[in-house]
């Protein structure tokens, strides 16, 4: 199928799903950076490093929550999203912030943007987009040294909702994943011409499996970017780290049930059912637009 009806498919899925929160959000307070589908576990805001009067940019932003703690740290931060809708939630609750967010796709923005110092990803349009075609631009615009971080599901925890996902109203809408386990994700970010530093798989917070990957690239070349801290990295929790009450509501608003999109738990503990037959085969990344 072609990539730009794959693009339809998944920014009409976001779209809906976020004009059923819309009605919800508010202006908010900065809570915790969430790299994985469980709010308040694994690694926060320290996976960055020192990030002050560098640009970063978030590639399929959503509503913004992931970004709004780098303004704390003196970010130059931007954000962008296919969805119209998300680009909405995110100026309803982050307009206060000086956050720049663009409505475009994530290949039309890095094809015309200035170079940027961190690129990062969260179940965003790094996995939502062919990896051959993202990958590259983003190495393309990273300055020398710039750093890429992205966390994708992993494809076993996704099973069968990596082509499907559940909105708010109960209604299901097709969506289109590229997935791959390590070494797929290790040798498409080598063949766009980063390095690849590791790739760390997050376990669930019940320690039943791997829930999602986290990938760290960084563009050769020397720039004012520092190094991946790459001992914080390693130090952060597999077990849940609950969030404090008012980054559970600074963060979700009431409006978001988990992180709705990513495959979807509805707490922080307990991921949703899939409603479908569980254990599909991981999906080679090449072969992702099967999925819809
Ligand atoms: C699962 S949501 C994640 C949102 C946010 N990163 C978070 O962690 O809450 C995926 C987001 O990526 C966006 N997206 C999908 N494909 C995209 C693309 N090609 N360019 C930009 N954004 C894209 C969707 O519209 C959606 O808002």
């Known amino acids: 199928m072609r990539t730009s009806i794959l693009t339809a498919v998944n920014r009409h899925a976001w779209d809906r799903q976020a004009r059923l929160a819309l009605p919800g959000d508010r202006p908010m307070v900065p809570g915790r950076v969430e790299w994985t589908q469980y709010p308040g576990h694994g690694p926060g ?42 680009i909405s939630r995110a100026r309803t609750r982050w307009g206060h912030l000086p956050i720049r967010f663009h409505c475009a796709d994530a290949r039309v923005f890095l094809a015309r943007t200035r170079p940027l110092d961190i690129c990062f990803s969260i179940f ?44 708010a109203d109960g209604s299901w809408v097709p969506v289109a994943r590229w997935t791959s386990g390590p070494q797929g994700w290790k040798a498409a ?16 917070p019940a320690g039943d499996g ?12 020397r720039s004012a970017v520092s190094d991946s801290p790459s001992d914080d990295c390693k130090t952060f929790q597999t077990r849940p780290n ?10 979700r608003g ?18 949703r059912p899939a409603t479908t037959t569980p254990g599909s085969p991981i999906t080679p990344l090449q072969e992702g637009s099967h999925d819809v």
Not at 137 to 150: D, E, M, V
Not at 254 to 271: D, I, W, Y
């Open 254 to 271: 009431g409006a978001m049930t988990g992180k709705t999109g990513h495959g979807n738990p509805s707490t922080s503990s307990a991921p």
């Open 210 to 221: 791997i829930c999602c990957l986290l990938v760290h690239a960084q563009k050769p070349g």
């Open 124 to 167: 965003g349009a790094v996995g939502l987009c062919p990896p051959e075609q993202i990958l590259p631009l983003i190495s393309r615009h990273l300055r020398p040294g710039g750093r890429l971080i992205f966390s994708v599901p992993h494809p076993r925890w996704l099973g069968p909702r990596r082509a499907v996902m559940r909105l």
């Open 189 to 204: 970010v080598t063949a766009s011409g980063l390095r690849c530093l590791r790739v760390d798989p997050i376990d669930t």
């Open 45 to 86: 805001v320290e996976l960055f490093g020192e990030v002050s009067g560098l640009t970063v940019a978030e590639l399929g932003c959503g509503n913004g929550d992931n970004l709004a703690p780098l303004t704390v740290k003196d970010a130059d931060c931007v954000g962008v999203d296919v969805a119209p809708g998300q």
């Open 242 to 251: 609950r969030p404090t009450a008012r980054q559970a509501t600074a963060t």
